[in-house]
């Protein structure tokens, strides 16, 4: 059975969203099988070592080696974490929620783009674009020398787009969750000084059926 083929058999949108990217990422079907019949169905670490038996990895024997048990157990950790953001994403495309929170506790080493993240707390899909580009208050007083010398984020994964961001949040090893909100969540102020920008009534012109003026806004 190829990957294709395997993932066809999934029903959960969250679940086949997670195997197909997986499967972008050049893993295989017994690692995708893995995944399907083990995550969140029992403890982290049995998770762990199925993951591991999967790419033929004694998961006991990884213990001695630091940079193979940590590869596991990262590789573990960001695919249950890309799951329940997977699964967050098609929730709120089925809800037409367009508003988010990034939320998360921020230890010693977290990465500036997380930071200037939580601190923002709430943003709304049409400011991803932006976001994506550095270009929002919280992120430019970071000083991230990443992204000083290259244009992306510390940590990010390099092909991080508006498509797979709620996925890949902050990049590697990322801890933080995007989770949907509806409108009457977020504070007033934060709606009215989004919705007097240029970014926000493209959008709106953008995703309304027919075609608005922008007086109509």
């Given amino acids: 059975m190829t990957s294709s083929e395997f993932i066809s058999t999934c029903e959960d949108k969250g679940m086949k969203a997670l195997l197909e990217d997986i499967a972008n990422r050049g893993f295989t079907v017994p690692t995708l099988s893995a995944i399907k019949n083990n995550i969140n169905k029992g403890s982290y670490v049995d998770f762990a070592k199925a993951i591991a038996d999967s790419l033929n990895i004694n998961y006991d024997q990884t213990q001695n080696d630091t940079r193979l048990f940590n590869y596991i157990n ?40 997380c930071i200037a993240m939580t601190e923002k707390d709430f943003f709304h899909r049409c400011e991803i674009p932006s976001i994506l580009e550095g270009n929002f208050p919280e992120f430019q007083k970071q000083h991230d020398h990443s992204y ?62 027919g075609n608005k003026s922008e007086k109509d806004l």
């Fill in 74 to 113: 990262d590789l573990s950790r960001d695919i249950t974490d890309q799951y329940g953001a997977f699964r967050a994403q098609a929730f709120s495309s089925d809800l037409k929620l367009n508003w988010f929170r990034y939320v998360g506790s921020n230890v010693t080493i977290t990465r500036p783009f």
């Fill in 148 to 209: 000083e010398e290259t244009g992306i984020p510390s940590g990010f994964y390099a092909n991080t787009d508006e498509t797979n961001f709620f996925v890949y949040r902050g990049g590697y090893g990322c801890r933080h969750q995007i989770f949907p909100i509806p409108d009457s969540a977020v504070p007033e102020n934060i709606k009215m000084e989004l919705y007097d920008q240029k970014e926000y009534k493209e959008w709106i012109l953008k995703n309304r059926p």
